[in-house]
């Protein structure tokens, strides 16, 4: 059985009275408790015909506060979320990664990062226009985190790169979703305007990605610089061959 609340607000009171308002020198103060006692006691009087309001006043508090916490959240994201691909912003890179690192040495846990190079995309700038170019953007944003878990992190690192951090991810199963992401953007084609023919087209770049893993080096200690190194090289290498491919730092 709950407690009476009229029980309980009485009780307050008396502790006020005998145990607050005592200590208190500053008259000033000691109104403020006097009042507070006077409306206790009038609040007392009809407690118990208010006592289901209050309990509604409680569970709409209670709900309030949950979206308040969701809005916070949300905002939250949007002040670390880059605007035109909707991924991470790569300042979110440094502490997320250092922590997966981090929990991947501590468990012996697979750990890999994939970075995603646009090719040629410079030239699509300077051909179509960066209102183009940001289309473009946009698109390789929202087709990576399609194709990711949601707990894996995809940020936009550079200009026309994007890292991607994937927990409890070998090399192997990494590459299946690099190559799945690089297949989806080959396809795409975009509606745009030659600048020098003043006529529409289509037109298409393609990926070039880059795999590196932590799990090899759990018996030792790996630092982000050479995590991101690793898998830069692996970048490279792919655009050297000609780009549109994914490698894997083996």
Do not use: W
């Not at 409680?58 to 979206?67: A, H, I, S, W």
């Not at 809005?71 to 440094?94: A, H, S, V, W």
């Not at 951090?165 to 305007?193: C, H, M």
């Amino acid at each position: 059985m709950g407690s009476d609340p009229k029980t309980e607000l009485a009780e307050l009171i008396k502790r006020l009275q005998e145990e607050i308002i005592p200590l208190i020198d500053n008259t000033v103060i000691g109104e403020h408790f006097n009042n507070m006692v006077f409306l206790l006691k009038k609040q007392n009087q009809g407690m118990l015909q208010d006592k289901e309001r209050i309990e509604l006043l409680n569970k709409e508090l209670t709900t309030t506060l949950e979206q308040l916490n969701k809005q916070d959240k949300e905002f939250q994201e949007m002040i670390i979320t880059d605007r035109l691909t909707g991924l991470f912003d790569r300042y979110q890179l440094t502490p997320l990664l250092e922590d997966e690192i981090g929990r991947c040495q501590r468990y012996g846990h697979s750990l890999s990062l994939m970075m995603i190079h646009i090719d040629n995309f410079k030239s699509f700038n300077e051909s179509f226009g960066y209102k183009a170019g940001d289309m473009m953007l946009s698109y390789a944003g929202a087709l990576i985190k399609k194709n990711i878990r949601k707990f894996d992190r995809a940020f936009r690192y550079s200009a026309k790169e994007c890292i991607v951090i994937l927990p409890e991810t070998d090399l192997t199963l990494a590459y299946i979703v690099g190559e799945r992401i690089r297949t989806a953007f080959q396809k795409k084609t975009f509606s745009v305007k030659d600048k020098t023919a003043n006529s529409g087209k289509k037109a298409g770049r393609t990926f070039s990605i880059g795999i590196s893993s932590a799990f090899n080096f759990t018996t030792n200690t790996i630092g982000i610089e050479e995590l991101i190194a690793e898998t830069t090289h692996a970048v490279m290498e792919a655009r050297d061959q000609g780009g549109n491919m994914c490698v894997r730092n083996d």
